[in-house]
């Protein structure tokens, strides 16, 4: 798949995304009050579930989740939480998109625009950004190690996947928007082990990092943004050099 980037994996063997476990259980409750919106019976709102799996999968609390539920359906009163996008450009000329959860729009988007502006990018016009990344489902599935990924692979295709890649122990199965919830609940029945399911931005074409001042550069915006609370999900349409990785 052109748009899948060996930075996403270096990330995660590093632990670039790795949160404090207060500022997780935030965003993670952010995600799940969002879902909630459009009703808190997860069995009834297939996003409720993902994101309570993702809590789950989390070790979050039970009473946070529960809190969460009723913050999203309103049973709790005061501001509710929105989701917001934004898209920004950063070192190098690469892409970005910030998606949010928040209670105040405009300080969201001054942190953003902070971050951004101190680490060598800058906000963008809605649109100027996304055209270049299409809008799909993921489910990340831990790979199936005896020796039967062709077979794995053909039930995948099977359950509804669009596409599968092979990355780092696990596979990553695409899907179209509409059938997310689909597509994991019969990858489920067959039998895999679903680790995180949810929609994602995944970029149409990635921009290769030769240099390594650029690269320490955009880890650098992205620490940045994803230190914000508010911050839940963040993708940008570049991709590491082998020359670097192996260095």
Do not use: C
Not at 125 to 132: I, K, L, P
Not at 219 to 227: C, T
Not at 233 to 245: K, M, P, R, T, W
């Amino acid at each position: 798949m052109s748009g899948h980037s060996k930075w996403a994996t270096i990330k995660r063997q590093k632990g670039v995304n790795d949160a404090k476990r207060g500022q997780l259980f935030t965003r993670l409750g952010n995600a799940i009050s969002l879902a909630a919106r459009n009703g808190g019976d997860p069995d009834m709102n297939a996003s409720l579930a993902m994101a309570i799996d993702k809590a789950k999968s989390a070790n979050m609390p039970g009473a946070n989740i529960e809190r969460a539920i009723k913050r999203g359906t309103g049973e709790l009163g005061g501001q509710q939480i929105q989701e917001y996008l934004f898209e920004g450009y950063g070192p190098g000329g690469i892409g970005i998109i910030v998606e949010a959860a928040s209670d105040n729009r405009n300080r969201t988007a001054a942190d953003v625009r902070a971050a951004l502006a101190k680490n060598g990018g800058n906000l963008a016009e809605t649109g100027a950004v996304a055209f270049a990344f299409t809008r799909k489902g993921l489910i990340r599935i831990k790979a199936d190690n005896n020796g039967n990924n062709d077979e794995a692979m053909m039930a995948m295709i099977e359950a509804g996947a669009d596409d599968v890649v092979e990355d780092d122990g696990e596979q990553l199965v695409y899907t179209g928007m509409a059938d997310l919830a689909a597509v994991r609940e019969a990858l489920k029945a067959k039998g895999f082990d679903v680790l995180e399911a949810g929609l994602v931005y995944e970029p149409n074409n990635l921009l290769e990092i030769t240099d390594k001042s650029t690269l320490s550069k955009i880890e650098r915006l992205i620490e940045s943004l994803e230190d914000l609370d508010d911050v839940t999900s963040i993708y940008a349409n570049f991709d590491v050099a082998d020359e670097l990785v192996e260095s």
